[in-house]
């Protein structure tokens, strides 16, 4: 047995204490560190942007293209350095329920989450139900798909990335008369402002041509028979049908023009380049055209092969088709719009949002982005697609200078 002596004993102890010591310390300080981490992560600094679009309601499955885009870019973009201090980015979502009042709901939402933008809506109507509420409280708003021109009518908080009305009415027009279509009906949405806006300038592009309209109906959407009017466009004898409507109303039109055994083309606008139409549709949708504003066969830049690149894999985790719409293609602009607009920004406001948006110049999806004076994003380029073999098919690229 070791026999230790007094010095030796006080030795042991002070080297015992001092080892003790600093096991405690570094123990404390592993713990310090680990706190801040939290609280740093707890108290992140977040940016609101809104998302208003139709959740629920009639226009929700036409709209999940253009919801998956917006989240996508917000998977890709999530956080953002302004004056050397990085935030993250949330998205609050309002669920304008696909209805007018619920717009507006929706927007009130938006304000009382102090957003610092807003994103959407999909469908003109309920863009345009949202926007005023949205600008007399200074929210800028960017729209990725509403083409209606009053949209973005003296209102400096509103911006659009995709084309409008007329512009897409008048390239349609063109291609339907130049393909030998010289006579055309014209089936109108009485309760849709984006339906009645395109029929109203296809018919004035049209006719200026040449061509002749023999049939005119308006209807109601949700109207579910169109037997009798498909009777008069087979009498008339009309060459090519324009019915610009939801996919819901499209898929009707559709099947109801085949079933009356009508040899005539079927268009419409962007809103029918969705995979409901052809699902809802089956067969019958098979030679509808429609105009739209992403081209996938674009040679890009890096930032949008970089969305090539990861979309596929995001669309299919999340159990949607991997086909990339121009609604989707629009609703990640619209996003990369704000996200660019944070990027430039001095300092936290709604103001410096609006101005940023205004000055911003970036190459996107859907082409430059560039905003006029009205706050409309610079396009004179429209794609005609034929739905073929229940895919989307390319038939033309139409620009008008």
């Not at 706190?35 to 499955?61: H, R, W």
């Amino acid at each position: 047995m070791f026999d230790f002596t007094s010095k030796t004993k006080k030795f042991l102890f002070k080297s015992v204490a001092a080892f003790v010591a600093f096991l405690l310390i570094t123990l404390t300080s592993c713990v310090r560190n680990v706190a801040k981490v939290e609280s740093s992560n707890s108290t992140a600094k977040v940016i609101n942007i809104g998302l208003i679009e139709p959740l629920t309601g009639i226009e929700s499955s036409a709209a999940i293209d253009e919801i998956n885009g917006i989240k996508f870019a917000n998977w890709l973009y999530n956080t953002v350095n302004i004056n050397g201090e990085e935030y993250r980015i949330k998205l609050i979502e309002a669920d304008n329920e696909s209805s007018t009042d619920g717009a507006r709901r929706a927007a009130q939402k938006l304000i009382d989450e102090k957003v610092i933008a807003a994103i959407g809506s999909y469908s003109s109507s309920l863009s345009l139900a949202a926007i005023n509420t949205l600008q007399n409280a200074r929210i800028p708003t960017v729209s990725a798909t509403s083409t209606h021109p009053r949209l973005t009518y003296n209102n400096d908080y509103s911006f659009r990335i995709c084309p409008i009305d007329p512009l897409i009415a008048t390239i349609i027009a063109n291609y339907v008369y130049k393909n030998g279509y010289e006579t055309s009906a014209i089936l109108t949405c009485r309760n849709s402002e984006n339906s009645t806006s395109l029929t109203n300038f296809f018919r004035m592009a049209y006719t200026k041509l040449g061509g002749k309209i023999v049939v005119e109906h308006t209807f109601n959407s949700g109207d579910s028979n169109f037997d009798q009017v498909m009777e008069r466009i087979k009498q008339s004898g009309a060459e090519f049908i324009f019915a610009p409507s939801s996919v819901i109303d499209g898929s009707k039109i559709i099947d109801a023009s085949r079933k009356a055994g009508l040899n005539a083309k079927v268009g419409a606008s962007d809103t029918w380049e969705s995979l409901s139409l052809i699902n809802s549709s089956s067969s019958n949708a098979e030679g509808a055209i429609f105009a739209t504003f992403y081209n996938e066969r674009n040679i890009g830049t890096e930032e949008t092969e970089k969305f090539k690149k990861e979309i596929g894999g995001y669309l299919s985790f999340n159990g949607f088709d991997t086909t990339v719409t121009s609604n989707l293609a629009c609703g990640y602009d619209a996003y990369m719009a704000v996200y660019r607009a944070l990027e430039n920004m001095t300092k936290i406001d709604t103001e410096e949002m609006r101005f940023r948006i205004d000055d911003l110049q970036y190459n996107g999806l859907t082409g430059e982005i560039r905003f006029d004076e009205n706050g409309d994003a610079i396009r004179n380029t429209i794609y005609i697609k034929e739905i073929k073999n229940k895919h989307f098919t390319l038939l033309e690229t139409t620009s008008i200078n």
